[in-house]
Structures are given as C-alpha cells and as structure tokens.
C-alpha cells in the first residue's frame, strides 16, 4: 500500500471493537458504566486505528477504566495521570490522549498537575468522574463533597467548603470546560465528541452516582421531578432557557446574573442571555460554572470552548523543528565530536 493509499484509508470500528475480552468490574448500577459506552460510543464516531488511541488513570474506581478499552491504556499512581498522559502526547502528538480521573484522584493529590496540565493547554481530553466521595477506598469525604455530608471520615459532618471542577479549570487558563451527567447518556456523547474535536486541553465534568458510598448524591438535579427546573442545558448560539416549558431563562440585571421568567416584569426572550463558549472573556463562562441550587439551576453542556491559546504540544513541535534547522549536531558523530574534545 502507497502512503497516499494509506492516508486515505477509512477505519470502520463498532462498539464492540473497543469491549475487551475480559469482565467490567464496577459495582453494579454504578454511573460509570454509562460514561465508558458512551465514550465507546464516540470512539466510533471519530473513526481512525485504536492503536491511535491511549487512555491513562491515577488511582480510584474510574481509574480502572484503561483495562475496559481495548485501545493502549495506562495505570498510574494517584493523582499522577495528568503528567503521565502530558508525557504521551508530547513524545508521540498523533495519539489521541484520554486521561480517566475522579474527583478525589484529580483534585486532592493530583490538584497540582491537574491545574498545570490545564495551564499548559495539551491537547488531551480530562474526564473527570465526580461522585462527591472516595468510593475505591470505601467512602471518604472527598474534595468535591458538599458541606454537612456525613462520611466515614467526616461523622459530625463535612465542614470544609468543596471544590468546583469547573472553577479550578477557569482560573487555571482553561480552553475548554463542560460538564454532564451520567443519567443523560445522549448529552454525554455530545459533550464528549465536543472534548475530543478540541484542539487542547479539554475537561469534562460527569456528575457520576456511587451507588454504595454516596447514592443519589446528584439526585436534586437528576430527578424527573426536578431535572427540568434543576438543570440548564447550554448550547452554542441559543438562548440559555430552562423549565418544562423553558419558561424560564438567564439575564444580566444591575450587573449581576439572574434567573427570570418570560413574561414577568416585562422579561422578553429578546432579554435572555445567548450562549457563546467560543468567547475569549471567560467572566460569564466562570459565572455559568459556579452557579448552584437553590438560586440557579447546575449549567450542563459545553460552557467553554475556546480556541485561545495554542496547545503547548504544538508550540513544542514547532520549537524543535527551529532548533534542529540552527543546530550543529545532526547526528550522533557530530554530537561525539562536539564540545571540548581532545584532538587524538
């Protein structure tokens, strides 16, 4: 085969390509079940070899997740996937990079190359699984938990006040920001689709159930009951409305965000806020990933996907190919005869 016949080969996967031949091992009615098919499920859409594809994890039951691709995976030490799959996409670019993280994996002893992979802006796609709690080591509190939540660790109640996923992401120089939930698989494959076509770091937030340690934890807003008046589903170029009916929307008033009611004091849909996550100004993205019950409904969807900066990947290749053209040494011999060498 030419290399022009190899480049325009089509590779033609289905699900199954991906299962491996060994048993998921998850408790069963866990979260995570649905996010592994539905990032099955964008796999296929993207096309190309699975052997262009590596998945890397620290430590947790998400981090287990290489062993269910079959695709290149690796299993590293808690809280040092970031830099593991930093490591892989710099040495070899053409890869598709995938790091698989929990809240407590990312945010606690891997908080520091979480915020410096986003900084850097690699292109690689974060998944951060976020059920609130330390399920692998039997229900912890973790960095995500809300204040009050009684744990193993915290009896009397949590009383640190939690992270944000999104809001690490923002002050860290994020590109791209989104979030989910595991409930929603079709909104999930969007939004993971969406990670994967951007170019760097992309962060996806799933808000995933843990159906021993923390069940029902994001049950406010997953509901059916309450999910419409719960949630706001963000989409580019549309109005940010939510409600059964989308009756209600977000609007800036004396400089401040609020939620109002078409109709009422005379808010008009001309008046509701318009989405834009391309929009370099991340104020409004940070505003839309804090927001929180009960004053606002939790914002899903992609919130920011910005093509700000240009990946450090990038910026490495190109520094190395100017380098190579001004540098001296080309190979080994000039390299061994370089410097302070003795004239034998």
Not at 111 to 127: L, S
Not at 293 to 321: H, S, T, W
Request: charged letters at 25%; glycine letters at 10%; hydrophobic letters at 35%.
């Amino acid at each position: 085969m030419t290399p022009e016949e190899s480049k325009q080969e089509v590779y033609t996967l289905t699900r199954d390509d991906f299962k491996p031949e060994g048993a998921v091992k998850w408790c069963a009615g866990c979260g995570d079940y649905a996010i592994l098919a539905s990032i099955q499920a964008v796999l296929v859409e993207l096309g190309g070899r699975k052997e262009d594809i590596v998945f890397v994890s620290g430590i947790g039951c998400s981090s287990r997740f290489p062993y269910y691709m079959n695709t290149y995976g690796f299993h590293g030490l808690h809280g040092r996937g970031a830099a593991i799959a930093s490591g892989i996409k710099i040495a070899n670019p053409k890869l598709q990079v995938w790091h698989i993280t929990g809240d407590g994996d990312s945010m606690a002893i891997g908080g520091n190359h979480f915020i410096h992979t986003i900084r850097r802006n690699i292109d690689m796609n974060i998944v951060i699984f976020n059920n609130k709690i330390y399920g692998l080591t039997k229900g912890q509190y973790s960095p995500t938990s809300p204040r009050g939540l009684v744990t193993k660790s915290s009896p009397e109640g949590v009383i640190e006040n939690p992270f944000t996923p999104g809001e690490l992401v923002m002050g860290a120089q994020g590109t791209f920001f989104a979030r989910a939930v595991d409930t929603e698989p079709k909104m999930m494959k969007e939004i993971l689709k969406a990670a994967a076509l951007h170019k760097g770091t992309s962060v996806v937030e799933i808000l995933q159930n843990c159906v021993i340690f923390n069940n029902q934890i994001h049950a406010a807003i997953t509901n059916k009951e309450t999910k419409d008046d719960h949630q706001i589903y963000l989409e580019a170029g549309k109005p940010m409305l939510f409600g059964k009916n989308l009756e209600k929307g977000l609007i800036f008033k004396n400089n401040k965000l609020r939620v109002a009611r078409i109709g009422e004091n005379g808010v008009t849909l001309d008046d509701i806020l318009i989405h834009d996550p391309t929009n370099p100004e991340e104020m409004l993205h940070y505003t839309l990933v804090k927001m929180g019950l009960p004053e606002f409904p939790v914002a899903m969807g992609v919130i920011r996907a910005c093509d700000c900066n240009e990946p450090y990947d990038k910026l490495y290749e190109k520094q190395m190919e100017e380098a190579k053209k001004h540098s001296k040494i080309k190979c080994m011999d000039d390299l061994l005869n370089s410097g302070n060498v003795l004239d034998l």
